[in-house]
């Protein structure tokens, strides 16, 4: 007889790492990690090249890009997680949709 592993919550994502993340969370915390890569260890302008106002802008796009993703990883809205929502959301706003009017297509 064949013998199948059943998590003991399938409601709930599996935390793969360290026990705190799901592999979904950690990829929607990669994205703010990849963009402060970017901003500030690939160019490193900033640190001959004082601009203020530079330097205020990729600290605002890093800040945008962390909520954004905090939000996708560890936010829920109607009991589903926020990005399967928001995906969701977006796939029925441009879908194609029939309206019928008395029974007439």
């Known amino acids: 007889m064949r013998m199948f592993g ?3 919550d399938i409601n709930e994502e599996d935390k793969l790492i360290g026990g705190y993340l ?10 703010p990690l ?12 900033y640190i001959t090249h004082v601009n203020a106002l530079a330097m205020i802008i990729k600290i605002l796009v890093l800040f945008v890009t962390i909520v954004i993703a ?6 829920s809205m109607d009991s589903m ?3 399967q929502y928001v995906f969701k959301m977006i796939k029925f706003k441009y879908r194609k949709k029939v309206i019928m009017y008395n029974d007439k297509v």
């Not at 990849?34 to 302008?45: I, P, Q, R």
Request: hydrophobic residues 60%; aromatic residues 14%.
């Open 6 to 8: 059943v998590p003991f």
């Open 81 to 83: 997680n926020a990005d």
């Open 22 to 31: 799901s592999l979904r969370q950690a990829g929607w915390l990669a994205i």
């Open 70 to 75: 905090g939000f996708m990883a560890f936010g």
């Open 34 to 45: 990849t963009v402060l890569v970017v901003e500030f260890v690939a160019d490193m302008s």
